[in-house]
């Protein structure tokens, strides 16, 4: 089959080419007790397939939905492959998820079968489960602690695929039929809304359009055979589904499943893959660790370390092609100096591309790895096309760009500057919800994104620049123009600073609720001698906020003066999404955070 048969399949039909055509080819890898153990292709598409008849033994029906309520794991795409394979729809529910939550995400979605990872996730779903009428059956993949619980209706991951493979055994050309795999046209996943504005609406993504996305993604990224990725942000994330499944089953890469995503960078270390995904608050944790890494070095390590970033600075603002011999040697020098240690530290060493998406980040991070020698690229994408519509083709594109849109997208800026998107990635419809999707799809199949961008001439001609949510713009008491994202990504390249939540709506000047970064601000409260015991009272801590004063001085110093922070609160919690204030995907519920903080705003403009 040539590459082009292939990129005409829907994704399923591809993991199958694969197990055909290099059976024996690593295709997965999950670090189990401290050991990396592999998964070839024909054991991904045999356990899938299995595992998708054991469905269909337990009562699944083409065209029903299968939920996944579960840490990213072999398992997750298992479930997910398998479930198309015979014709049903997946649908991801974030981990970290409350109960109630979870139970409204199962209603929407209409799912009769959810897989849960374990005893934890599973209790979630048995709090709601009379009053999801719907859902029969429940599959459970570590059955740890479970002896004690009614089996009604509650099976072994494990004991789903003996089910579908005996039932293979017993009836091959049955099996085979109902394991021939979907249509392009078929909705192949539902993908639920961040809820950052409301409730999560049911986004359904078809085979087509998911393959267009990764296609075109690819044409930019240049994935390849043989290239190792790390899967380790949520499965149910459309970014995340691009790069740890189908991109990858797409060209025939090996996915790696980190330990979690507290242990990333240690996984990193041991893998370090050449094509890398992360949303802006990974490259903040990352740029974080290394400057509380470099601080307790100290002395002539900090100041080696110092003198290379300031000899590099030009030659972090020039494409690497455009490199001069002088900028080249002299990169070459401190590299062997200080930046391969830095590099082996974040695990990135061997990284051909790096990629940014998911939201807006701060340029001076950009600039950091660029300069530190990872090729960071801006992508720009969203769930309802998706995932994918823009890159930077290179290192040469302006820092703060999205790129250009890929093959076979078309798109344009409405007269307010909104984002336009049309093609084959533009989804099919919130489930449910026809108001919605008429609202999101105009007439013409123009998907209108929420997002306003302008264009900016870049070396490859003209790429995009997000301004910010449409929703987001803020209107100052004194008529002016803000975008608070550009401020708050300015204030996250603190190393001390976590989350920064801009208000100015209608307001006479702007203020910021500041959410420390407890590792890095309590580090330094220890070498400064202070004293504290939890959150709050590091935070209460005069010095800390003098602290922040001056990095939010030094924001200042670089901002307008109608983007000036004048006015902070120090948050004496973590923003938490059990308590609603950031949503699964961790972006910041503004109105909800407005209801709460409400008289700490007033206070601030008192």
């Not at 055909?20 to 990396?36: C, E, F, H, T």
């Not at 509650?154 to 695929?161: A, E, K, R, S, T």
């Not at 995503?261 to 893998?271: A, F, G």
């Amino acid at each position: 089959m040539s590459s082009e048969d292939l990129k005409s399949l829907p994704l399923p039909q591809q993991l199958q080419h694969w197990a055909r055509v290099q059976p024996d080819g690593v295709a997965l890898r999950q670090k189990i007790n401290g050991v990396w153990r592999p998964v070839t292709w024909s054991q991904y598409a045999e356990r899938s397939r299995w595992f998708g008849l054991g469905l269909l033994d337990l009562g699944l029906r083409p065209g029903q939905k299968v939920a996944v309520l579960s840490e990213n794991r072999e398992e997750w795409v298992f479930a997910q492959l398998g479930t198309a394979m015979v014709g049903g729809i997946t649908a991801g529910v974030y981990p970290t998820s409350p109960a109630h939550e979870i139970e409204y995400l199962l209603a929407l979605s209409e799912a009769p079968i959810i897989v849960c990872e374990d005893q934890e996730q599973l209790d979630k779903v048995l709090e709601v489960r009379e009053r999801l009428p719907l859902l029969h059956t429940l599959v459970v993949i570590d059955a740890r602690g479970l002896r004690r619980y009614a089996r009604d209706r509650l099976y072994d991951f494990d004991d789903v695929v003996e089910r579908g493979r005996d039932y293979e055994a017993r009836h091959a050309p049955q099996a085979a039929e109902a394991t021939r795999g979907p249509a392009l046209d078929d909705i192949g996943l539902i993908v639920f809304t961040s809820g950052s504005t409301g409730r999560p609406k049911a986004a359904m993504m078809s085979w087509r359009g998911l393959g267009a996305a990764a296609r075109g993604l690819n044409s930019m990224l240049g994935c390849r055979p043989g290239d190792e990725l790390v899967s380790y942000l949520p499965l149910c994330h459309m970014a995340e589904q691009m790069f740890s499944v189908h991109i990858p089953i797409s060209v025939g890469a090996t996915v790696n499943f980190a330990e979690s995503l507290r242990t990333v960078q240690e996984d990193l270390r041991e893998l370090s893959p050449q094509v890398f995904f992360g949303v802006p608050r990974v490259w903040e944790k990352f740029h974080a660790s290394i400057q509380t890494k470099i601080r307790e070095a100290g002395g002539l390590r900090r100041a080696v370390y110092e003198r290379a970033f300031a000899a590099l600075g030009d030659a972090a603002a020039t494409p690497r092609s455009r490199w001069s011999l002088t900028q080249k040697l002299q990169w070459g020098l401190w590299y062997v100096v200080v930046l391969r240690a830095l590099l082996n530290y974040v695990g990135l060493r061997r990284c051909r591309v790096a990629v940014s998406s998911g939201a807006p980040i701060a340029p001076e991070i950009l600039k950091f790895f660029r300069t530190l020698g990872v090729p960071i690229r801006e992508a720009y994408g969203l769930t309802e096309a998706s995932g994918a519509t823009t890159m930077q083709p290179g290192d040469e594109s302006p820092v703060g760009t999205v790129g250009v849109a890929y093959p076979g997208i078309e798109l344009q800026l409405a007269d307010d500057g909104e984002i336009l998107v049309r093609g084959d990635v533009v989804f099919r419809g919130y489930l449910n919800n026809d108001e919605a999707t008429r609202e999101a799809v105009d007439a013409d199949g123009w998907l209108h994104t929420g997002d306003v961008a302008r264009w900016e001439d870049g070396p490859a001609g003209r790429e995009l620049r997000i301004v910010d949510r449409k929703k987001d713009i803020m209107i100052t008491a004194g008529g002016k123009n803000i975008t608070p994202s550009e401020i708050e990504n300015a204030l996250r390249f603190s190393p001390y600073i976590k989350e920064a939540i801009v208000i100015g709506d209608r307001r006479r000047f702007v203020s910021a609720l500041i959410q420390v970064e407890f590792e890095s601000t309590s580090k330094w409260a220890e070498e400064q001698g202070l004293t504290y015991t939890h959150f709050r009272s590091l935070v209460e801590l005069p010095p800390v906020r003098e602290l922040i004063q001056r990095e939010i001085d030094a924001v200042n110093a670089r901002m307008p003066q109608v983007q000036q922070v004048r006015k902070f609160h120090l948050l004496v919690k973590e923003l938490d999404h059990d308590d609603g204030e950031v949503t699964a995907t961790m972006k910041v519920k503004r109105k909800s955070i407005g209801e709460k903080y409400a008289e700490v705003i007033e206070r601030m403009y008192a």
